[in-house]
């Protein structure tokens, strides 16, 4: 088998400490004895081993061996933190959630009124909405749909103009459909939508 010598690069590791089958560590062998740069590796690869394998090589000192294991034991191990760092870390945390939470708040009370006619407050006298001229919708006092700049008509004239209420004053008109005299007019409870 022709090996490249990325190949023998690969193992030869594995050669040094003879781990690869005999038939891989023949080619391998047969490699080394023709080919100089692979031959340069696997010297260079064996003397590195040898040298930092011989104990003799490098001497520590005698206290050396308690400095390192007192070392790596603090490492390991580190010193319990004071109770005032995990106040503080706490007191932290706890200022965080509280900005959080103040500066949410703004989004969950109700939008500012954008026409004064949307404001309850406002009372409208009986069968008067108010009507948007951009738009062919009609609102009662009151509805938080009602933008913009709105003026007051009577419901019979928003009917006979081509408005319609807004999908939430229909419930309302539906409403007061339910609880008006029987003697009103079919005609505009048919307009209105019932």
Not at 133 to 144: I, M, S
Not at 161 to 188: H, K, Q
């Amino acid at each position: 088998m022709d090996l490249k010598c990325e190949d023998v690069w690969h193992e030869i590791s594995n050669y040094l400490d003879d781990q690869v089958d005999p038939a891989q560590r023949q080619d391998i062998a047969r490699h080394l004895a023709s080919c100089k740069k692979c031959a340069a590796v696997y010297d260079g690869t064996r003397n590195v081993v040898l040298l930092y394998g011989d104990e003799r090589m490098f001497s520590l000192p005698a206290e050396f061996a308690p400095a390192l294991r007192r070392r790596l034991s603090s490492k390991l191990t580190p010193e319990r933190g004071s109770d005032l760092g995990w106040v503080l870390s706490l007191a932290g945390a706890g200022l965080i959630a509280a900005m959080l939470l103040v500066f949410s708040l703004p989004r969950f009370s109700p939008p500012p009124l954008r026409a004064p006619m949307s404001d309850p407050a406002v009372k409208a006298a009986s069968g008067m909405v108010a009507v948007n001229d951009e738009g062919k919708t009609f609102h009662v006092p009151g509805c938080t749909f009602l933008h913009g700049k709105s003026r007051m008509i009577p419901l019979e004239e928003a009917l006979r103009e081509g408005y319609n209420p807004c999908i939430r004053c229909e419930s309302e008109f539906l409403r007061r459909a339910d609880v008006e005299p029987a003697d009103s007019d079919p005609e505009e409870h048919a307009a209105i939508g019932e």
